[in-house]
């Protein structure tokens, strides 16, 4: 089979099986460390190993768009930018297969551990 074959193995009469994995690190992100701390998810508030739980960062106006005409015409200086407002969230895995953060991949998906960078149009 084409699973990745982790070395924990099962001895049965004289014969070595390997047992099947899914991913090569058990969907965590722990190597070596033996407990982690425990997150809630910012959807359904489930206890979430911090290092098993999807994080996305949620970026955000700090002003919504109907005051920000307001505040751009009061502004002194013309060409200010108002501040973005970077908010964490953290999601336990259904919530965010859910939701469609991440998605389900194939078996030779799912080895591709690269990020694709979303390319935005209105950036110069």
């Known amino acids: 089979s084409s699973f990745y074959c982790h070395c924990s193995q099962k001895q049965t009469s004289n014969k070595k099986i ?4 899914k991913r090569r690190n058990h969907g965590r992100n722990k190597h070596g460390r033996g ?5 809630r998810c910012d959807n359904c ?6 290092d098993k739980a999807i994080k996305r960062f949620h970026v955000r106006n700090i002003v919504e768009s109907a005051g920000l005409r307001d505040i751009m015409d009061a502004s002194v200086i013309t060409d200010y930018k108002l501040p973005k407002l970077y908010i964490k969230m953290q999601y ?3 919530c965010a297969i859910h939701s469609h953060i991440v998605r389900v991949r194939s078996r030779e998906g799912r080895r591709i551990r690269v990020f694709k960078r979303r390319r935005f149009n209105n950036r110069k």
């Open 35 to 39: 407990h982690t701390q425990v997150i």
């Open 92 to 94: 336990c895995v259904s």
């Open 18 to 21: 390997a047992m099947a994995v």
């Open 45 to 50: 508030a489930r206890c979430v190993p911090k």
